[in-house]
């Protein structure tokens, strides 16, 4: 991230989900996006007719930065622990090593990994996993918005 001071950035929260029928099959992504301290609201969600669920958690995060319009302090909120532990744990790794995994395997979804590591270099993002389908009130609207999404692109709407 090129900003020398990034307590000086504005904090927002994302929370995102994505859900599948099939793997691959129908699928859709949503997140809400808060700044801070508790401030507006976006809400967002969108299907795919083929697609796998991996790539429906990835969009939900790619879609809710591209709602930023500024360099952000993001403190990213998902069930998805490919997501939380590809941007915290994995992903710089994969970096050093040409965009593979151990024992020389290529990461699944190149695409989308590498346009969130762009959005790295412009903001600050922490990661938090939040258990799914556990009363976590985001989350669980989150879910809901990527269900209808899901269920729209299966329809083909």
């Known amino acids: 991230m090129s ?3 990034p307590e000086s950035l504005p904090e927002v929260a994302l ?7 099939g793997n ?4 859709g992504w949503a997140y809400i996006l ?3 301290p508790g401030g507006q609201e976006a809400v967002e969600y969108g299907g795919d007719p083929a697609t796998t669920n991996n790539r ?3 969009l939900a995060v790619i879609e809710g930065l591209r709602r930023l319009k500024v360099p952000s302090r993001v403190a990213l909120y998902s069930d998805s622990q490919y997501v939380v532990k590809g941007l915290a744990e994995w992903m710089d790794g994969w970096k050093r090593r040409g965009w593979k995994r151990p024992k020389n395997q290529p990461v699944l979804n190149l695409d989308l990994w590498q ?6 270099e412009i903001h600050r993002i922490s990661t938090h996993w939040v258990r799914g389908h556990d009363d976590h009130e985001e989350n669980e609207r989150c ?3 990527a269900v209808q999404a899901r269920d729209e692109a299966a329809r083909g709407g």
């Open 56 to 58: 429906m958690e990835l």
């Open 115 to 120: 346009e969130l590591d762009r959005a790295r």
């Open 143 to 145: 879910d809901r918005m």
């Open 24 to 27: 691959p099959g129908p699928g």
């Open 34 to 36: 808060r700044s801070l």
């Open 15 to 21: 929370f995102t989900d994505g859900a599948c029928s």
């Open 3 to 5: 900003e020398s001071n």
